[in-house]
Every structure is written in structure tokens, then in C-alpha cells.
Nanobody
Framework: QVQLVESGGGLVQAGGSLRLSCAASGLTFSTYIMGWFRQAPGKERELVATISRSGARTYYLDSVKGRITISRDNAKNTVYLQMYGLKPEDTAVYYC??????????????????WGQGTQVTVSS
């Protein structure tokens, strides 16, 4: 079966950094667009970043541009989210997701076929 397992979350002070990882299994990883979403309590889940199958193209939520980098290693079936200069408003559960080929940039939850369980990121002030 397909599994996406996130790791790397935790408690960090404002201005700190975290590197999230998502290990995939049970699928041909390189054929999927990968994305990171986040959801804070009482708020809608939002797309943070996506990366193309080869890793050549990326997309970022405007509010995180310059502070977050998405990358992937197809040989390791892993996608990463490196976060710098974290702010309290970045506090959320972060989810890894996989999308099959779609036109344009997959930015909606329904476009992603597989999801991880999520990892908590808490940024203290």
C-alpha cells in the first residue's frame, strides 16, 4: 500500500529553522508531483509548496517565499521542506501529499491522491 510518512516537526523558537522530510513507499515516486500543505487550528488547509516530478519547477505560497525551500530526491523517494526564519504564524500541522499529473499547478486538496498523517510544527515567540 502507499504510505507517506512525515518527520522533522517539533518546537522551535521564532527565527529558527526546521527541515521536514516525507518518505514515500508503495508508489512510483518520480511520477508524482509532490506538495506540502499546512493547517492551523480553525483554519483551512493551505498549499505551502509544490515540486515537479523531476524537481525542476517549484511553486510557493506568497507568504513563505524566501523562507522555505522544497526539494526532492527521487533516488530516496523523499521530499523535503526546509524552513528558515520561522514565525509564530507558521505554526500548523504540515502534510505531505502526492498528485498525479494534472494541468497547471495542483493547488487544491482534491488534486492530491495520497496524504501523510502530518507532523506538528510549533513556533514560539
Amino acid at each position: 500500500q502507499v504510505q507517506l510518512v512525515e518527520s522533522g516537526g517539533g518546537l522551535v523558537q521564532a527565527g529558527g529553522s526546521l527541515r521536514l522530510s516525507c518518505a514515500a513507499s508503495g508508489l512510483t515516486f518520480s511520477t508524482y508531483i509532490m506538495g506540502w500543505f499546512r493547517q492551523a487550528p480553525g483554519k483551512e488547509r493551505e498549499l505551502v509548496a509544490t515540486i515537479s516530478r523531476s524537481g525542476a519547477r517549484t511553486y510557493y505560497l506568497d507568504s513563505v517565499k524566501g523562507r522555505i525551500t522544497i526539494s526532492r530526491d527521487n533516488a530516496k523517494n523523499t521530499v523535503y521542506l526546509q524552513m528558515y526564519g520561522l514565525k509564530p504564524e507558521d505554526t500548523a500541522v504540515y502534510y505531505c501529499a502526492a498528485a498525479e499529473g494534472v494541468p497547471g499547478i495542483p493547488d487544491r486538496r482534491a488534486e492530491y491522491k495520497y496524504w501523510g498523517q502530518g507532523t506538528q510544527v510549533t513556533v514560539s515567540s
